[in-house]
């Protein structure tokens, strides 16, 4: 292996090794399809074996997040484990096809990586794996029934529901967001190999190409929980989680309920660490304050794949205690303090609050309500962004304009501090028909009367309560819910007032329904997980955020900043959305580049929810010594009130002439939509 003195490695780190590289191995699976990987050894490791840590993603370790695994892998390295990124199979520079996600294929490449890096020379037989996103997750199914030589997983911004809790549905309604990610998979998974696999790479890309899945089309056909999203979603399997897990999320980020919900669902399993910030390992954590992912992870690693290492012992979850911020597009740093608890349901009470005429009430009301829960289009336009892809800003906005288009019920002005912590619910009373959609928004209300959205639940009220099959056929009969809002950790300031916001849509968002029904609420009550007394704060600080590599190989250029966009016509056009001008990162050491960028907007026309629109561009360029690479996908999804219409392009360009052109187009039922 060749040695790579300049790899980047943060010589300040303690106890700092020496680090060889080796650019790209293969890694052999059963059915004779090889992965690609990158591998990190601390010098000596093939006399003196040390534990393997890996990282199992899709997104192309020759260019695409190459800057991000050198802040990581090179200082695990240097720290005394031996580091390796494998790209999934179907990516990068990995063989085969890649269909879908998360499929078996690839929950069985796992296991067999692991088995592979523990029988290497180098490797003392003890394995951890890591990831953020899509490698979290795969690092919690790996972790069910895990094999022999997984000892410990992290699993950063990671999803243990892909139902409930990922990019694709929300509380049974389609996620708009579903549409961008089914134009940049095949975008990412389009992109050709690079020469280090040999001569032929040119014909496997073709090959590829040829080959490509739009899998946006099973992602809205499966409109139930069902099989499909249960499998690989881990919480519905939780006791075969079998190796320690470190659970790490932000407030920002939509896959921020893994975290409490899986110490909740393992409480002698796993540990969790929830910041403020959204889709991002934590050091680069924005908002911040951000966090020295790599010193946590190191203390982790030591504790579990070191057992000769005295291991410190850890507050079974550590997170941000938000309060109150004036609402904006960014924010560089949240209010609110850190704080280490047990499990939630060890430190807490339910406190009801009632929906009475006089708002929210300690006491029930006498007689049940007939409200009407407004059906307004314009409601969620101040949702901003999902923390999907860690975009910088799209945090909520104002919601006070919102509030007033929505039935609302609030309480007097708070007489003393309320700290929650856990996940709400409200428990409702519905009647009238066709039932559709549900939002609801816990906001806090400040003294000059700006709202600040605290949490978010969605539900389509045409799925049971397990959001499996359909409900019994409607009727104008009432018909009792229980809707459970994110996990949150929020404190309500002594004079500020909770909000209550429901409405029949939230678009952007969500799809909106066929139709938008005529709702009405008859009774409710508000269920707050309410900590008991004082919060406690940390014993021992978390590391603060390291500058890492010490010596950058890479510049990123942006040619403009994100913009956001927001109109409504003469006509009763809703217009939003958002473009990511292009953003290039250039690799000194490679010569290589990769650049990229991306355009959503999302049209209605207010009172006719058939009329939605959702448009996604994206494009991608590739820029190597030997030639360019440049990708382009476009999806449009439009509907009416019995079926969705999707359809997409996608080409492939090398050095300015067309290699490849594929072109698709779906109309999919609305089955319980």
Request: glycine share 8%; charged share 25%; aromatic share 8%.
């Amino acid at each position: 292996m060749p040695d790579a003195p300049d790899s980047g490695i943060d010589a300040s780190a303690p106890g700092a090794l020496r680090v060889t590289v080796t650019e790209h191995l293969w890694i052999p699976m059963p059915d004779g399809t090889r992965l690609a990987a990158r591998l990190w050894l601390p010098r000596g490791a093939s006399q003196h074996p040390v534990p393997g840590i890996f990282e199992y993603i899709p997104y192309r370790k020759a260019d695409m997040v190459r800057a991000r695994d050198e802040r990581t892998h090179p200082w695990f390295a240097a720290n005394g484990y031996a580091c390796l990124r494998v790209d999934m199979r179907g990516s990068g520079d990995s063989e085969g096809l890649m269909a879908d996600m998360y499929s078996d294929a690839e929950l069985s490449d796992a296991r067999h990586v692991i088995d592979w890096i523990a029988a290497q020379p180098w490797c003392d037989g003890r394995v951890g794996m890591f990831g953020t996103s899509w490698g979290g997750t795969a690092a919690l199914q790996a972790n069910l029934d895990a094999p022999g030589p997984l000892k410990a997983v992290i699993a950063v911004c990671a999803t243990h529901d892909r139902y409930e809790d990922d990019i694709h549905h929300k509380g049974g309604c389609l996620l708009t967001d579903t549409f961008e990610w089914g134009a940049t998979l095949p975008a990412i998974l389009a992109a050709p190999p690079t020469p280090e696999i040999g001569a032929d790479w040119k014909r496997a890309w073709q090959a590829r190409l040829q080959a490509l899945h739009f899998p946006v089309e099973a992602w809205l056909r499966e409109e139930a929980r069902g099989a499909y999203w249960r499998r690989g979603s881990v919480i519905h399997e939780a006791a075969r989680l079998s190796r320690p897990v470190l659970a790490v999320g932000g407030w920002s980020d939509r896959y921020s309920n893994s975290v409490m919900s899986l110490v909740a669902a393992r409480p002698e399993l796993v540990w969790g660490v929830v910041g403020p910030w959204g889709h991002h390992y934590p050091d680069h954590g924005h908002p911040g304050p951000a966090i020295g992912f790599q010193q946590l992870a190191l203390e982790w690693w030591d504790r579990w794949l070191r057992p000769d290492r005295p291991a410190r012992d850890w507050p079974r979850l550590r997170v941000w205690l938000r309060e109150f911020d004036p609402p904006g597009d960014a924010l560089d740093r949240r209010r609110g303090r850190w704080i280490e608890t047990g499990a939630p349901a060890t430190c807490t009470r339910s406190r009801l609050l009632h929906l009475a005429p006089e708002g929210l009430s300690p006491a029930a009301p006498a007689h049940p309500g007939n409200w009407p829960v407004p059906a307004d289009l314009r409601v969620g336009r101040a949702s901003g962004d999902t923390g999907y892809f860690g975009r910088f800003g799209g945090l909520p906005s104002d919601q006070r304009d919102e509030d007033a288009l929505s039935l609302s019920f609030e309480t007097p002005p708070l007489e003393a501090d309320l700290v929650l912590y856990g996940a709400a619910s409200l428990r409702l009373c519905v009647g009238g028909g066709p039932m559709r959609q549900l939002s609801l928004r816990l906001n806090d209300v400040a003294g000059d009367g700006s709202s600040a959205r605290v949490a978010l639940a969605v539900r389509n009220l045409a799925l049971d309560a397990n959001l499996d099959a359909p409900q019994a056929p409607l009727s104008a009969e009432a018909r009792a819910l229980d809707v459970p809002f994110h996990t949150k950790a929020y404190r309500f300031r002594r004079g500020h007032r909770i909000r209550l916001s429901i409405a029949a849509s939230y678009w952007p968002t969500i799809w909106p329904s066929a139709s938008l029904g005529d709702l009405r609420l008859l009774r409710g009550a508000l269920v707050l997980p309410v900590f008991e007394g004082r919060p406690p704060d940390l014993q021992r600080a978390l590391p603060p955020a390291l500058d890492l590599p010490e010596k950058k190989r890479f510049r990123t250029s942006v040619a403009a900043p994100l913009e956001r966009f927001m109109r409504e016509s003469e006509t009763g056009e809703l217009v939003s959305g958002w473009r990511q001008p292009f953003t290039e990162t250039c690799h000194d050491d490679t010569g290589t580049a990769f650049g990229f960028e991306t355009r959503v907007e999302h049209r209605i026309t207010r009172g006719d929810p058939t009329s939605a629109i959702s448009t996604v561009t994206h494009s991608a360029r590739y820029s190597r010594p030997d030639g360019v690479a440049e990708i382009a996908s476009a999806l449009r999804a439009r509907c009416d009130a019995a079926h969705y219409m999707v359809e997409g392009t996608l080409t492939a360009d090398w050095d300015g002439a067309r290699v490849a052109t594929r072109a698709w187009d779906v109309t999919i039922p609305r089955r319980f939509s």
